[in-house]
């Protein structure tokens, strides 16, 4: 046999293709485009105003999932709760709520 893949061993996938490349060979590749693009001027650079822009679009498309904004405040209080605790246990806290 020529090629010690067989098609058994590879769950009939193609042998062929950049999406059948181990993930380092891939990066490898995908690199030298980028370096390509920008020395040839075609690669797109963002500003830092189209940056801002592209942020906000980012904040409000997630934004509109109510379930997911609460699900990352409810995390965000959670850790703050658990961080706030140790710290507490830590320091001997004198039960005042304070600092």
Known sequence: MAND???ESRQGKSERGFASMDAGRQREIASKGGKAAHE???AHEF????????GRKGGEAVSRDREHMSAIGRKGGEASGSNRAARDGREGSNGSGGP
């Open 5 to 7: 893949h067989s098609q």
């Open 47 to 54: 500003s830092s105003d189209e940056a801002r822009i592209a």
């Open 40 to 42: 040839s001027g075609r």
